[in-house]
Every structure is written in C-alpha cells, then in structure tokens.
C-alpha cells in the first residue's frame, strides 16, 4: 500500500517559518544599515513618533515653530511629516547650498496633493507646480517671460497699470469718512492690472461689492483649500481616497474660477480664427501657442492667485508698518511731495522714490508673503552641509527665519527701511540673505512686474490721502499678528477712516 507523505503538523512548521521570516529581516535590515552607513546622516531634528512623525509638533505657525527648531538642532534639519521626510533650511548658507550649489538636483517641485497640476496628465501645463524643469517647462516660462515680463513687455503695460491706480485713487475719494478695507481694495486693484494683461479684461468691480466679494472670496476659498493640512501629503498611500475631500474641492473651485474666463476664450478663438496674425494680450499669445483650454484656465489662474494675493498683502503690510512708524510715514510723504509735482503718479517716478522702496523691502524681510518660498524636492539623493537629503524629499527655506536672523541682521525686529538704503540688495537672487522671490531655476518669474505696482499703489495711497484707524485709535496700537495661509498676512484686516488730501 502507498503510503502518504506527511509535512508535519501546524506546529511544527509554524517554528521553521518564523525562523525564515526573522531571517529575513534581520538580512534586510543588515544591508539597509549598512547601506545607510555608506551615506551621511539626514540633519538632526526633534523626535519623529511612529506614524505621525513631527505633524503635531509643527502646529498652525510653521515658520515660527521651524525656526525655534532651527535655534535649537542647527541652520539644516529634518523631521518627517507623517511618513513624508522634510528638510528646512534657515540660513544663508543653507540657502545657497539648496539654491545654488545643488539647484539642479534640488529643483523639483513637492506638488501637494490637493494641486490641479498633482496629475501627471495637467503637471507640465502648469507654471509653478511642473514636478522637474524640463524642455516644457523652460519653454512656458520662456513664453511668459517674453510676453509678461520682459523689459520691453513690463514698459507697455506701464500706462495700463496707470489707469487702473487711477480708478483706485477715484473709488477712495468716494469713500471719505467710510471704512476702507486695504487689502480688498488692493486685491482688486492688482487683480484688474494682472486681468487686463493676461485677457484685456477687468474681472473685479470696485464699485460692485458683490462682485468683488464674490471673486475675492473665490479666491480666498482656493488659498484656504491650498494649505490646509493633508493626510493625502502625509501618507500618499492614502492619497486615493481623498479622507478630507480637499482634491474634490480644490477641482470645484478650479472649475468655478474657469468659468469666469472661458467665455473670453471662446470668443478670442472666434476673433483670432479670422485674424490670426493680431496679437494683444496674453491670451493672444498663449492661443498663437497652441495652448489648450486646460492649459490656458491653469495659467490664468496661477499668475492671477499668486500675483493679487502676495501683492496685496506686501501692500498692507507695508502701510501698517508705516502707520506704526510716523517718522517714516512722514519721510515717504517729504519724498512724494519732492519727486511728484502732477496729480497723477507715473510709473517713471517710482525708480526716483528710493525711500517708499526701502520701506517694500523692509517689509518683505519681516513678512514675507511666502515665508518657505514654494516647495522644493530632491529628484535624486544629495550630501548638503554634510547631510544627506534622500530623493523625493520635501526641502524648504525658512526665508521668514533668515529675514529676522539677528547674526544677519542688526536690530532684526525692528521696522527700519534705512538699512535698505545704502545696501545693495536686490530680488534677483544674488544676495541669500535676502531672497523674498527666490533663486535659481524656481525664482518666481514675475518680480519686474510684482516691483512695479506694489510701489505705485503704496505711493498714491499715501500721496492723496491721509488715513487714520478706527475709533481714532493709536496707530501703535495695531495689532500685527500674522495668519499663515497659502501667504503670510495679517490676521486681522487693515481696517483704515481716508480722508483725500488732493
């Protein structure tokens, strides 16, 4: 009779398996040591816990908790973000080895999930959020640098920025002895500046407080939805499933933003189909192009949401620090009443109104619209500072850290435009001390046009009018708390009584 094989019983198999299992990982975490041991260390940071890693650690104010951090573990340090590694520069020096030394293999872009362009199909139509530099994205920035930001380009929208600091100067004065909400106001000034070049068009009314509430709003909602804090970021695995349905309502407010400008798409390939030799705006442009509709509802809303936003806010700001600061409220006053003799301030005399610039700079140093300028991430793995950065790391740089550095700065709390004056500071990222717009391969593409508003707006808001706060309260007094959203703003609006001095 044949007689049956026997394998043992469940016991006695379960002995010789869990011996193979812990075999094998103890092999597996012998070479992953000693790999790691051929490479040096990530930079010192806190204690990371087991599945959540540093996210509660890091709270509602991440540039003030990283740079204590940085106080602490030294100008480069990580921590991890769920099981995502991040690592935060917050030194010049840091800076320039992320930025300059290593642009190449540190330019990729950490695109949040919650990002339109976080889909491979949408990635490169976008401007700011293309995962790596590629021939795509060198040839859309080379496009919009042509078309919007060039000397030549920036020298022909001059007159229509103009216009619309006039209409603003005009709204105001109907607005004596009325509350008058700064950053609103200047939101929907920059705004119309940036429509009217990228589609001919004003898309705000200031006149329309439904409207432009309803726009501001839009866009408010989109920047809230930006950065909130993800599980999808934390834990990509989880990404799928979208837990807090922050992709869902990002995708809907890309639709609802859409839908403002297709209209003026549709028509422009109507016009631009029998004529399609006449160029002029940005949309003729990108149309010329080839450029999709997807791609062109992409851009728009880019340059129009990081464009108004960190504009407006540098506009507030500075006017608060300058209410708080009489003495230099007073300087850029003698400095307009010298250098401006019309009842219409001109684009050309913003280069002569050094004081008025020094007090932009000095405001972007203290608040920075973007205090970690945008995500960085490793496209491959790199020694920095003797460190190592592993690929498809999150990388950072704490500007807000750098710009209130006392070893840099001397007396780094206090608003003082003066120490701008005879400095040589400048945005074009040559000087890691002061980076406000970033550098390298990702330096934002649209300071010659940002340093050019900002200025004109700050200089005929004080030029035609007086303002006071609330309740005739003291100017001191202003609270200066910063909210930290997609920009650094202020918490609390700038509230502001004008009176017209012209």
């Keep these: 009779m044949h007689t049956p094989i026997s394998y043992g019983s469940k016991t006695d198999l379960f002995y010789p398996i869990l011996l193979l299992i812990l075999l094998y990982l103890f092999i597996l975490k012998f070479f992953k040591t000693r790999s790691q041991a051929k490479q ?15 996210i509660l650690q890091v709270g509602d104010k991440p540039h003030i908790t990283l740079t204590k951090l940085s106080q602490t573990y030294g100008p480069l340090i990580s921590l991890r973000l769920g099981n995502q590694p991040l690592v935060v520069g917050s030194s010049p020096e840091a800076a320039t080895e992320i930025l300059k030394a ?61 216009k619309k600091v006039v209409e603003m100067v005009e709204f105001i004065r109907k607005m004596q002895g009325n509350v008058v909400n700064i950053r609103q106001v200047a939101l929907a000034t920059v705004f119309n500046m940036i429509s009217n070049i990228l589609v001919s068009r004003d898309l705000i009314s200031l006149e329309d407080d439904s409207l432009k509430e309803a726009i501001s709003g839009l866009m408010r909602n989109i920047t809230d939805v930006v950065a909130a804090p993800n599980t999808s970021d934390f834990y990509p695995i989880l990404a799928g499933l979208d837990l807090q349905r922050l992709r869902k309502k990002s995708t809907d407010l890309f639709n609802k933003a859409s839908e403002i400008w297709e209209p003026i798409i549709k028509e422009r390939r109507e016009v631009m189909s029998g004529d399609a030799s006449s160029q002029q705006d940005f949309l003729d442009a990108l149309i010329k192009n080839g450029s999709s509709d997807l791609q062109i509802n992409m851009l728009l809303l880019e340059l129009l949401s990081a464009g108004t936003d960190t504009s407006s806010s540098t506009v507030e700001w500075t006017l608060a ?9 007073k300087k850029v006053e003698e400095e307009l009443k010298k250098e ?11 280069p002569k109104l050094t004081f008025l610039q020094a007090c932009v700079k000095e405001t972007l140093r203290l608040h920075p619209p ?8 490793a496209v491959e793995s790199c020694e920095v500072m003797t460190y190592t950065i592993p690929k498809n790391c999150q990388v ?14 001397e007396d780094p709390l206090v608003y003082k435009p003066e120490r701008f004056l005879d400095s040589n500071l400048d945005f074009e990222g040559n000087d890691f001390e002061f980076i406000p717009f970033g550098v390298g391969r990702r330096i934002c593409p649209g300071v010659p046009m ?20 609330l309740y005739g309260r003291d100017p001191e007094d ?25």
């Design 40 to 54: 040096p260390p990530l930079p010192p940071g806190p204690y990371s816990w087991p599945i959540l890693g540093n």
């Design 102 to 162: 290593h642009d190449r293999i540190l330019s990729g872009r950490f695109v949040p999930h919650v990002a339109v362009a976080k889909s491979l199909e949408h990635n490169n139509l976008s401007l700011g959020w293309v995962l790596e530099c590629n021939n795509s994205s060198k040839l859309l920035r080379t496009l919009c640098r042509t078309e919007l930001f060039s000397g030549r380009a920036i020298e022909s929208q001059a007159s229509l920025r103009e």
């Design 321 to 329: 620090e300058l209410l708080k600061h009489p003495e230099c409220i």
């Design 340 to 350: 401006i003799d019309q009842d219409v301030i001109k684009e050309s005399h913003v």
């Design 370 to 377: 973007g205090p970690f300028l945008l995500p960085h991430r």
């Design 396 to 409: 950072l740089i704490n500007f807000w850290a750098i710009g209130r550095d006392p070893k840099i700065w």
């Design 450 to 469: 940002a340093t050019k508003h900002v200025p004109l707006i700050l200089a005929s808001l004080i030029h035609f009018f007086d303002w006071s706060l």
């Design 478 to 502: 202003l609270d200066m708390t910063e909210k930290l959203a997609q920009t650094l703003c202020k918490e609390q609006p700038l509230l502001l009584i004008t009176k017209a001095k012209i």
